[in-house]
């Protein structure tokens, strides 16, 4: 079967400091991963979303990138994290396209200091 | 761009009573439309989808949704409410080249009064 694995749960970062959430999914092959983030009334935010390695579409112009190095690992970054850039992020994956179902990670929660 | 507008943020209805929850999306095509529920504490599951066909759908735990495509509307619906429904519930298009760029709305938290 399918699982999904987000890490880490909680993270606290100072202001300036390099950020890296990793996301990994097991039991499929050439999945579509998103990372979203979700803020309390602005429900799933997409920040990014991939088709294959190497292929990231961005959303939301901000202080954040994804890169997916394997085709079953994607990863959100930041060299330099903002007070703003605390929330909730999720990871998603999607077997192909159209009407798959989405199935997502539990979840970091992510507080800049 | 496409989007998806949850016009309620908050409902409250009473146990038993019927419910509807309201979507609208932004799209030039005709989406995969979804509606997932997520519980306090748990993740994101799916209750229903569209993406052809009859234009009533039926899915998990007693829900069902309405396509309307003169009105870019995807209702959700259930006709009588259990206090177990308490939850926020999100709809979901699937846009872009073959349906891969998966937006979703603001959310509607239902409450459940008894």
């Known amino acids: 079967s399918q699982t999904i694995h987000q890490w880490p749960a909680t993270l606290v970062q100072p202001v300036g400091s390099p950020l890296s959430l990793e996301c990994t999914v097991e039991g499929t092959s050439n999945p579509n991963l998103y990372w979203y983030r979700q803020a309390a009334g602005r429900g799933l935010q997409l920040l990014f979303y991939s088709v294959g390695i190497g292929q990231i579409s961005s959303e939301v112009p901000q202080n954040l990138s ?4 394997q085709d079953r690992q994607f990863i959100l970054s930041s060299k330099k994290l903002l007070l703003s850039d605390s929330g909730f992020y999720l990871c998603a994956w999607r077997a ?5 179902e989405a199935f997502f990670g539990q979840g970091t929660r992510l507080t800049v200091v | 761009a496409q989007s998806v507008t949850q016009p309620d943020i908050h409902i409250t209805v009473s146990e038993g009573a019927s419910l509807e929850l309201r979507c609208n999306y932004s799209y030039g095509a005709t989406p995969y ?12 599951q ?3 989808k569209y993406f052809s066909g009859d234009t009533l759908v039926q899915g998990i735990k007693g829900f069902e949704a ?3 495509r003169s009105q870019s509307s995807f209702n959700l619906r259930k006709p009588s409410v259990h206090w177990s429904d308490a939850a926020e519930y999100f709809c979901a298009v699937g846009a872009g080249e073959y349906g ?3 937006v979703f709305g603001a959310g509607t938290i239902l409450r459940v009064k008894s």
Do not use: D, I
């Open chain 2, 100 to 102: 891969n760029k998966l």
């Open chain 1, 96 to 100: 192909g396209q159209g009407s798959t």
């Open chain 2, 66 to 68: 309405e396509f309307k």
């Open chain 2, 46 to 48: 799916l209750l229903l």
């Open chain 2, 33 to 44: 439309l979804f509606w997932y529920v997520q519980s306090p504490g748990q993740g994101l």
């Open chain 1, 66 to 69: 994804a890169s997916r190095p």
